[in-house]
């Protein structure tokens, strides 16, 4: 039987986005036949590098495309994280697939952020949807928009118009967040710190923010007004009321804050100075201790205040990117500075960029998981996350879709090695050719160094479309290390396989010489001590 003409190996994702210890983890694969037969699949399973485990199982193949699923305990050791490659026993080399799956005590610990923001009573297939983002390794989701009034979060009755006008469901809501448990997705829902309604804005002045002028601060026309959320004020009280009553009366799993970015001056209803990083921070605390399983996340708004909200009660740094920060040193400085600033907490960024600039999107991810932090991107449909207003997804291509995908099986696959538990170590003196920029993370026993390409004739910027790639190719690189390394792996992001290959290297006097083959956009070096 020619097995090649018989069966197409589809797709090959994780049933979650992340698993917990002890938990089975299940491998679906769906494949296409044109005949009816027993065929025999290999699951390889690495840890990083290394295998781990075989799995073999002979399957009944029907006619058509199916889903085909595998079983394996994993070890209960946490974080780790794991590669699969399938393949068909006495097939074709290219008859394979590949993914990855992470074993996590708690998806804040590497946050893999998305989003939700379609919840119309008509809207149908939410099982499909979580599936989706599975694939990702999505592990937590922003539920955008969801609530009826931002002065009134929990909505009076199942069917309601939002403040925009929108038809929504309660009952749809539900539906998403028991689909996201069934999948490891924790579901977060979207608050912010001090918008109310205009009506409900303009009935309580004494609740209200105002500027130097003495004037009332409002957010957009007629629509929303801008409280006091300083400690002790009514606003506040009545906010964490709000809270409470999500968390009491949906099974969401935290609360994700957002605010403005402005105004970062304000005065209270009798002319007093409000210190809004302190009043943030201070809303944070009491949130997180009257809920303390409840992971909290807060938006800095332009990086605005990360000083203050990086030491809060947050579970993670969420930090949303806006001109002028618009070069990629930009993006790298935010994310290690935030880190720094918490003491290593998880970094998730938002940055919007259109999905038709597909190597914006694909360097700014090298950039920002290289630094040690994670990107909100991925959502409703497999689509792009391109606009601060949510609902304003973008198609992605195939080929984006499939480039995102092994980035993030790369870096669940490799998250010993430079995920966000991994500390990155600096200075550290690294001989490269100009226009690459290298990141250096230590683990234990092990290191990482990646190797991200900015060569560009003109500067790069995440908010203005980028020039073609400018390759390299054979190149030589000098990296400072203690001691000799065991091995030195290479992980080609840009070949066919996430396997990785042995790279000779010399080493003498402190200076590990190594030949790296090529770099288009990311590669990423393994080092075992």
């Known amino acids: 039987m020619n097995i090649a003409s018989t069966i197409k190996l589809l797709d090959l994702y994780p049933s979650s986005g992340t698993y917990h210890p002890g938990e089975e983890v299940t491998l679906c694969l769906i494949a296409e036949s044109d005949t009816e037969y027993q065929q025999e699949f290999r699951a390889v399973i690495y840890h990083g590098p290394d295998v781990a485990d075989i799995l073999t199982q002979k399957q009944l193949v029907q006619v058509g495309r199916q889903k085909i699923t595998f079983h394996w305990q994993p070890p209960a050791n946490s974080p780790a994280g794991y590669g699969v490659q399938l393949v068909l026993e006495g097939g074709a080399a290219e008859d394979s697939l590949e993914t990855a799956f992470d074993v996590l005590q708690s998806w804040t610990n590497f946050p893999r952020y998305g989003f939700l923001c379609d919840f119309f009573p008509t809207r149908a297939e939410e099982e499909k949807t979580i599936e989706s983002l599975a694939k990702y390794h999505i592990n937590g989701l922003q539920f ?4 009826y009034r931002h002065d009134q979060l929990v909505p009076p009755t199942d069917d309601f118009l ?12 539900r539906t998403l967040i028991a689909a996201a448990h069934r999948h490891g997705i924790a579901a ?29 601060i409002p957010f957009g026309d007629d629509f929303l007004g801008i409280m006091n959320p300083a400690k002790g004020s009514a606003w506040h009280d009545h906010l964490l009321r709000e809270c409470a009553s999500v968390l009491s009366a949906l099974p969401f799993d935290g609360l ?7 105004p970062k001056t304000a005065f209270d209803a009798s002319g007093l100075a409000v210190d809004l990083p302190q009043a943030f921070h201070d809303f944070i605390a009491d949130a997180a201790a009257q809920h303390p399983d ?9 990086n605005w205040p990360i000083e203050t909200l990086a030491t809060s009660a947050t579970s993670f740094n969420y930090i949303e990117i806006w001109p002028p920060d618009v070069s990629y040193s930009d993006v790298v400085r935010i994310v290690r500075n935030a880190r720094k600033l918490s003491s290593d907490k998880p970094v998730t960024i938002a940055l919007y960029i259109p999905a038709s600039q597909e190597l914006n999107n694909l360097r700014a991810n090298a950039l920002i998981i290289s630094a040690g932090g994670t990107r909100i991107e991925i959502g409703e449909e497999d689509r792009l996350l391109s606009d601060p207003y949510f609902p304003k997804h973008e ?13 993030y099986d790369l870096i669940i696959r490799y998250e010993e090695w430079f995920g966000p538990l991994v500390n990155e170590t600096t200075p550290i003196s690294i001989k490269i050719p100009a226009g690459i920029e290298a990141f250096y993370r230590q683990g234990n ?24 790639l400018i390759p390299y190719d054979e190149f030589d690189i000098e990296v400072a290390l203690p001691n000799r390394p065991n091995r030195v792996l290479w992980v080609d992001i840009d070949g066919s396989t996430l396997t990785p290959s042995h790279l000779e290297n010399h080493y003498k006097d402190g200076v590990c010489t190594i030949r790296i083959p090529r770099l288009s956009l990311w590669t990423v070096l393994l080092f075992e001590f």
């Open 445 to 468: 026993h092990k290191a990482s160094l990646s190797l991200v390409n900015l060569n560009s004739e003109t500067p790069l910027t995440w908010n203005t479309e980028n020039p073609d």
């Open 144 to 147: 955008y928009d969801w609530q």
């Open 162 to 173: 939002d403040p925009l006008g929108r038809s929504l469901s309660l009952n749809r809501i």
């Open 294 to 302: 409840a992971p909290i996340l807060f938006n800095a708004v332009g």
């Open 256 to 262: 994700h804050i957002d605010q403005f970015g402005e």
């Open 395 to 407: 198609e992605m291509t195939p080929e984006l879709k499939a480039a995102l995908r092994k980035q």
């Open 188 to 216: 977060m829902p979207y608050l912010t710190i001090y918008a109310a309604s205009a009506s409900f804005w303009r009935s309580h002045p004494e609740w209200m923010l105002y500027d130097p002028d003495k004037k009332p």
